[in-house]
C-alpha cells in the first residue's frame, strides 16, 4: 500500500512547513486527490490517522477534496470534467483530448498555529 509512503512524505513537507514558519503544530492539512492519481482516498485518510501519532500533525485535520478529470479537447478547444473515465469530449465525442488536472495529489495549504 503506498498510501503509507505518501503519507510518510506529506508529513516530512508538514514538519519542513512548520520550522520555516515558526510554528509549533498543524491543526489542518488539506489535499487534492485526482481520480487518476493512483491513491485511494480512504486508504490515505487510514494511512494519516495511523501515522500522525507522535508527529508535528497529531493533532491535524486531513480535508481531502476529490479532482475529477479535467480535459481539453484538441478538436473543438472544450475545457469539460469528466463524470466517468471515458476519454471522449462530451461535446463532440473527439478522443483527441489532454488531460488538464486529475492526474496528481497535491498538498494545497496547511492551518499552522
Known amino acids: 500500500m503506498h498510501e503509507y509512503s505518501i503519507v510518510q512524505s506529506l508529513i516530512d ?5 512548520l520550522k520555516e514558519n515558526g510554528a509549533t503544530k498543524v491543526t489542518k492539512v488539506v489535499v487534492k486527490v485526482g481520480v487518476l492519481s493512483g491513491v485511494e482516498p ?3 485518510e487510514s ?6 501519532d507522535d508527529t508535528v500533525c497529531s493533532d491535524a485535520l486531513m480535508v481531502m477534496t476529490i479532482q475529477k478529470i ?4 484538441n478538436s473543438c ?4 470534467e469528466l463524470e466517468k ?3 471522449i469530449c462530451p461535446l ?6 489532454n488531460v488538464l ?7 494545497m495549504s496547511l492551518d499552522l498555529e
Open 13 to 17: 513537507s508538514c514538519e519542513k512547513y
Open 42 to 44: 480512504y486508504l490515505l
Open 47 to 52: 494511512a494519516f490517522e495511523t501515522f500522525k
Open 70 to 73: 479535467k480535459i481539453r479537447c
Open 77 to 80: 478547444s472544450a475545457e469539460q
Open 85 to 87: 473515465n471515458e476519454f
Open 92 to 97: 463532440c465525442a473527439s478522443s483527441d483530448l
Open 101 to 107: 488536472d486529475g492526474e496528481e495529489l497535491y498538498l
